[in-house]
């Protein structure tokens, strides 16, 4: 009765990765540009040399923790051993960004760790 429950739990925690990792990946994507266009217009060579080596180095770093949330969400909703692990992890990483993060966090190890969400990730990886 309650792996059900927590069928919608898990729906939940996917959905919340792929947001926030699509979110990311558009801010990356937002900074890499904008630093590229801000350099551009700065006609400064000192503030160019400067947005050309921050703009790409910020968008690396939001690519990279949001590529992962992005996977895991949609490995999430297909119900994948890995998936489960992989958001665990980023799960562990978000405890870090206080206040939304830590909530979020809380909730995802929350929901991944119960015994019923083993469960049903058992059944489903089954069919």
């Not at 898990?10 to 540009?33: E, K, W």
């Not at 895991?72 to 562990?92: E, H, M, Q, S």
Request: proline share 4%; with cysteine; aromatic share 12%.
């Amino acid at each position: 009765m309650k792996v059900e429950r927590m069928e919608k739990h898990v729906t939940f925690v996917a959905a919340i990765n792929i947001a926030f990792g699509a979110l990311g990946i558009f801010l990356a994507f937002i900074v890499f540009f904008g630093c590229i266009f801000a350099g551009t217009i700065a006609d400064d060579p000192d503030a160019m040399h400067v947005l050309s080596i921050v703009g790409p180095a910020v968008a690396l770093f939001f690519l990279v923790t949001s590529l992962p949330e992005l996977i895991g969400g949609f490995g999430l909703l297909k119900y994948r051993p890995w998936a489960r692990i992989l958001i665990l992890i980023v799960a562990c990483l978000d405890l870090i960004f206080i206040p939304i993060g830590t909530i979020i966090g809380i909730y995802e190890l929350w929901v991944l760790l119960q015994d019923d969400t083993a469960k049903l990730f058992e059944q489903k990886s089954k069919m």
